[in-house]
């Protein structure tokens, strides 16, 4: 069965910075497409970045652009998500996710309701 396991999630203040990994398992990587999407309580889910298997494509949301990183590994089946400057606002669970494709580029940024397959997700919470 596909396997998504999220870790670096924690606390930390507001400026910091966190990395997020995602090991993925159980399906062909190359042929996905990898995403962010963090959700807050009361609020809908947000795709915050998102990368082609071979990087051709990246893609942020407004509100991280500038701040975060997404960057994968391919040899060790990993996505990846450097936040810095972290705000309160960023405060969320945050889920990897698998995008099927079978094209090196995206047009944009999938909705998280495209998305194949989900991580059990990460918490991050930032004070202040």
């Known amino acids: 069965q596909v396997q998504m396991v999220e870790s670096g999630g924690g606390l930390v203040q507001a400026g910091g910075s966190l990395t997020l990994s995602c090991t993925v398992s159980?399906?062909?990587?190359?042929?996905?497409?990898m995403g962010w999407i963090r959700q807050a309580p009361g609020k809908e889910r947000e795709g915050v970045a998102c990368?082609?298997?071979?990087?051709?494509?990246?893609y942020y949301s407004d509100s991280v652009k500038g701040r975060f990183t997404i960057s994968r590994d391919n040899d060790k089946n990993t996505v990846y998500l450097r936040m810095n400057s972290l705000k309160p606002e960023d405060t969320a669970m945050y889920y990897c996710?698998?995008?099927?494709?079978?094209?090196?580029?995206?047009?944009?940024?999938?909705?998280?309701?495209?998305?194949?397959?989900w991580g059990q997700g990460t918490q991050v919470t930032v004070s202040s």
């Open positions: 996710a698998a995008f099927f494709t079978s094209i090196a580029s995206l047009e944009r940024m999938p909705r998280p309701h495209e998305y194949n397959h």
């Open positions: 159980g399906l062909t990587f190359e042929d996905y497409a």
């Open positions: 990368i082609s298997w071979r990087g051709a494509s990246i």
